[in-house]
T-cell receptor, first 114, second 117 residues
Framework: AQTVTQSQPEMSVQEAETVTLSCTYD???????LFWYKQPPSRQMILVIR??????QNATENRFSVNFQKAAKSFSLKISDSQLGDTAMYFC???????????FGQGTRLTINP | GAVVSQHPSWVICKSGTSVKIECRSL??????MFWYRQFPKKSLMLMAT?????????EQGVEKDKFLINHASLTLSTLTVTSAHPEDSSFYIC?????????????FGPGTRLTVL
C-alpha cells in the first residue's frame, strides 16, 4: 500500500519569503504521479502542481516549484515570494499510474503573515 | 473548464433522517467520481469510488448501506447518508475524473458541510 507523509503540521512565514513544504511517500511502484493541492479557508481543493515520476525535470508553475527526489521518495513544494493568498492547507498526494485513487498526506497548514 | 459543483453546500438535519448530496461535472463528462470525507483540520479520507452505470466501490470500513452512492449519468453522482446520526456530521467532498484527456487528474467540488442534530 502507498503512504504519504507530511511531517510539518503547521508552518508560518512572512509575506515575500520563500517556504518549503516537505512530503515523503512510500511505494513499490515505478510509474506514478505526485500532486500538491491547496485548500484555502473556502475548503475548495485546488491543484497547485503535478509531477510525473518518469520525468526527471522538476515541475514549475509560476511561484511554485517542486524538488522531486525519486530515489529518496521525496516531493517537496517550494513557494517563492509568498503572498497572503497562499495561506491554506497544503496536501501532498500520490496516484499510481493506471489507478484511480489519490492517496493524501496529512496536510500542512501554511500561514503567510503580513 | 473542469468545474465540479456540489449541492447543497451545507445542510442541517435531524438525527434519523436521510440526506442526499449531489455532485455534478458541469462542463465535462466524468466516468469516475470519488467521495471523500474530511474532519476538521484533517486530511481527505476516500469513502468510495463511483463509476457511471455500475456499483460503487467502497473503502474498507465505510458502510455501504449507510452511505448510498449512485452514479446514474456521466455528469451526476449522488451520496445519500441514510439514517444520519451526529457522528456523521462532517465535510463531504466529491471529485470527478475526466473521461478524456489527462485521465489521472481529478477535479474537486466545493464540498458539503453536513450537521446532524
Amino acid at each position: 500500500a502507498q503512504t504519504v507523509t507530511q511531517s510539518q503540521p503547521e508552518m508560518s512565514v512572512q509575506e515575500a519569503e520563500t517556504v518549503t513544504l516537505s512530503c515523503t511517500y512510500d511505494t513499490s511502484e515505478n510509474n506514478y504521479y505526485l500532486f500538491w493541492y491547496k485548500q484555502p479557508p473556502s475548503r475548495q481543493m485546488i491543484l497547485v502542481i503535478r509531477q510525473e515520476a518518469y520525468k526527471q525535470q522538476n515541475a514549475t508553475e509560476n511561484r511554485f516549484s517542486v524538488n522531486f527526489q525519486k530515489a529518496a521518495k521525496s516531493f517537496s513544494l517550494k513557494i517563492s515570494d509568498s503572498q497572503l493568498g497562499d495561506t491554506a492547507m497544503y496536501f501532498c498526494a500520490f496516484m499510481v499510474q493506471g489507478a484511480q485513487k489519490l492517496v493524501f498526506g496529512q496536510g500542512t497548514r501554511l500561514t503567510i503573515n503580513p | 473548464g473542469a468545474v465540479v459543483s456540489q449541492h447543497p453546500s451545507w445542510v442541517i438535519c435531524k438525527s434519523g433522517t436521510s440526506v442526499k448530496i449531489e455532485c455534478r461535472s458541469l462542463d465535462f463528462q466524468a466516468t469516475t467520481m470519488f467521495w471523500y470525507r474530511q474532519f476538521p483540520k484533517k486530511s481527505l479520507m476516500l469513502m468510495a469510488t463511483s463509476n457511471e452505470g455500475s456499483k460503487a466501490t467502497y473503502e474498507q470500513g465505510v458502510e455501504k448501506d449507510k452511505f448510498l452512492i449512485n452514479h446514474a449519468s456521466l455528469t451526476l453522482s449522488t451520496l445519500t447518508v441514510t439514517s444520519a446520526h451526529p457522528e456523521d456530521s462532517s465535510f463531504y467532498i466529491c471529485s470527478a475524473r475526466v473521461a478524456s484527456g489527462r485521465a489521472n487528474e481529478q477535479f474537486f467540488g466545493p464540498g458539503t458541510r453536513l450537521t446532524v442534530l
